[in-house]
């Protein structure tokens, strides 16, 4: 019959049907997440110039590894390179050995991660609750979880979190100790953070519910692996603790405080204005419960817990495994990291990092769980009220499976943009050329936002720019900063010598200029530089008052190329007065 073939084909144990339906269930998981992975590819590859948003920060630097002779003494990339994971380096070091560009490798590198990332995650699910359509369900949520959200697709060190702790999990439920060890040891070389996280996964492991109380395990064999996994967290984290950074040291919760770059509007916003709503759910400081909840699909893993007090209501929670309590005890030991990170605030970096990760995991893996508990309790309820003469349960349940089953497939059709890359369009393809055909060893000041794209479409230096005004190690942002100020003052000073002691300071070589910057609305406006003050205060003043900025004087005489309301300006004809 028709529906117990469908009945079968959702609800069946993979210990009882043949490995070539595992086959089609796993086959069809990757199928998506490669549809998903070519849907980004798509827009990727869409114009010329085409970079994913954090890539810009990440990413323009390793150009330095086709040419050593681009962003030298360049703070930014300095910086960018100093914090980036070794690992991470590496992958990226390799592919450019081989010729190929990094920007061109990390629109391609998604791709295998996510496939990576699909074949783990379908190995844990099977191994919590052993029915592939299951597995199938929980891969397909995160899937489209991942698809909303740029982490994978940035091919940023956070595109390593899902593969590495999705591998952790399924080789230590599988007690396979040297891949177990081998995962731990990954996440240590491209998102430390994580290291953390499977640690106190490990140290919650070895402990047993024994005599009405929580006891170290009895079970040797399992505290030596338990022991050995911590072992290798600690060897892999060693060369952090040891690690001195150039560019620290990190600053305080007292000093982010004082900074408006932390506060409401600021660029990197972490307090909130009295609403602990936000400040815990939501952001840098939060634990990110909306984003763990999209697709929304994901909230019927809440349900777990209750359906398995009910066996005789939902036959198939009894074939879930004891694996199952690794998911509440790697909910413990990200909430455990939250709160550590904000007790130590920000020496651990930002609270977020190792609770919405994790808990976008755990639910993708419970609701996809929980979906097919509910489709084979609907059929055994149709069984059981459904004689032959009386088809109509049979009916109800075959309407509710083909409904959950359409929600669960149709998803990425019902929101507005899918799938979510975060990618950039650059419009300024000649302001690109013109730049690539400078020296390498120019330096760009600018405080126009199209210099954000200079140094991946340009490959071109430049003193600032808001996408690199990251604040957590003091050494770099107070040069940041100040560099911030001081170009503020310059382009609205009237003192044509404080653009000139501006320009031998930093050596800059070319100012970027947008023709409407004089217009004190412009600066109004523009909530990023609003940061910085009093220059930015002062300067909107001084446009008021008529005091015309020296800068602008030297537009007419200095300008070297045009474009879309853009100026570039050579710095020696500024500090001479004219071209030569």
């Known amino acids: 019959m028709l529906t117990a073939r469908i009945h079968k084909l959702l609800t069946t144990s993979s210990t009882r049907i043949s490995n070539s339906q595992v086959i089609f269930w796993f086959s069809l998981s990757l199928t998506f997440a490669a549809i998903y992975s070519f849907l980004a ?53 390799i592919a450019t050995t081989f010729g190929i560009n990094p920007f061109l490798f990390n629109k391609l590198l998604p791709v295998f991660l996510s496939l990576v990332t699909a074949s783990y995650c379908f190995g844990v699910c099977l191994q919590l609750l052993p029915v592939p359509a299951a597995a199938f369900s929980s891969t397909l949520l995160l899937s489209q979880a991942l698809g909303l959200t740029d982490a994978i697709v940035s091919g940023t060190p956070k595109a390593f979190i899902y593969p590495l702790f999705l591998a952790f999990i399924y080789y230590l439920l599988r007690g396979s100790l040297l891949p177990c060890l081998g995962a731990i040891a990954m996440q240590g070389l491209f998102y430390p953070q994580l290291v953390f996280i499977s640690a106190g996964t490990l140290l919650l492991q070895m402990l047993a519910w024994q005599e009405g109380g929580l006891r170290l395990s009895q079970d040797k064999r399992h505290r030596l692996f338990c022991l050995a996994g911590l072992a290798v ?106 709160f550590a990170a904000h007790a130590l605030l920000f020496r651990l970096h930002l609270p977020s990092r190792y609770a919405g990760h994790s808990l976008r995991i755990i639910m993708t893996l419970t609701s996809g769980i929980v979906l097919v508990v509910l489709i084979d309790a609907i059929w055994h309820w149709a069984k059981q009220h459904s004689p032959l003469l009386f088809p109509i349960p049979r009916i109800i349940a075959l309407i509710t499976t083909a409904f959950l089953t359409g929600v669960l497939l149709l998803y990425p059709f019902l929101v507005d943009k899918f799938p979510l890359t975060a990618y950039k369009v650059g419009t300024m393809s000649s302001l690109y050329q013109f730049f690539q055909q400078q020296p390498k060893t120019s330096l760009i ?28 190690h003091k050494g770099y942002y107070g040069q940041f900063r100040q560099r911030t100020l001081d170009l503020i003052e310059a382009q609205y000073s009237s003192d044509s010598k404080v653009v000139r002691e501006f320009i031998q300071k930093y050596g800059v070589d070319f100012w970027l200029v947008n023709q409407a910057a004089f217009n004190p609305d412009y600066l109004k406006k523009d909530r990023w530089l609003r940061q910085y003050q009093p220059v930015a205060k002062q300067a909107i003043k001084n446009i008021k008052r008529g005091k015309i900025p020296a800068l602008q004087q030297s537009i007419e005489v200095c300008s070297m190329f045009e474009t879309q309301g853009l100026v570039v300006l050579e710095a020696d004809c500024i500090l001479s007065g004219r071209r030569k």
């Open 41 to 93: 590819l798509q827009e990727a590859f869409s114009a010329q110039y085409v970079v994913q948003d954090d890539a810009r920060q990440h990413v323009f630097w390793m150009e330095r590894f086709l040419d050593s002779e681009l962003f030298t003494n360049d703070l930014i990339a300095d910086y960018f390179q100093a914090v980036a994971p070794s690992g991470y380096t590496t992958v990226y070091r």
């Open 233 to 338: 967290a600690l060897l892999v984290m060693l060369p952090y603790a040891f690690k001195t950074n150039e560019f620290g040291p990190v600053i305080t919760a007292a000093e982010a405080k004082d900074l408006p770059e932390f506060l409401p509007g600021g660029r990197s916003r972490f307090f909130y204005d009295d609403d602990p709503g936000k400040f815990w759910l939501k952001g840098r400081s939060g634990i990110r419960l909306a984003s763990a909840l999209t697709p929304v699909t994901n909230a019927l893993g809440f349900l777990l817990p209750l359906l398995l007090l009910f066996p005789s209501k939902f036959p198939l929670v009894k074939q879930i495994s004891k694996g199952i309590t690794i998911l509440p005890k790697v909910l413990l030991a990200s909430l455990g990291m939250f």
């Open 445 to 472: 000041a600018s405080l126009a936002h199209e210099v954000n794209d200079l140094p991946t479409f340009a490959q071109r230096s430049i003193l600032i720019g808001s996408e690199y005004a990251i604040p957590y």
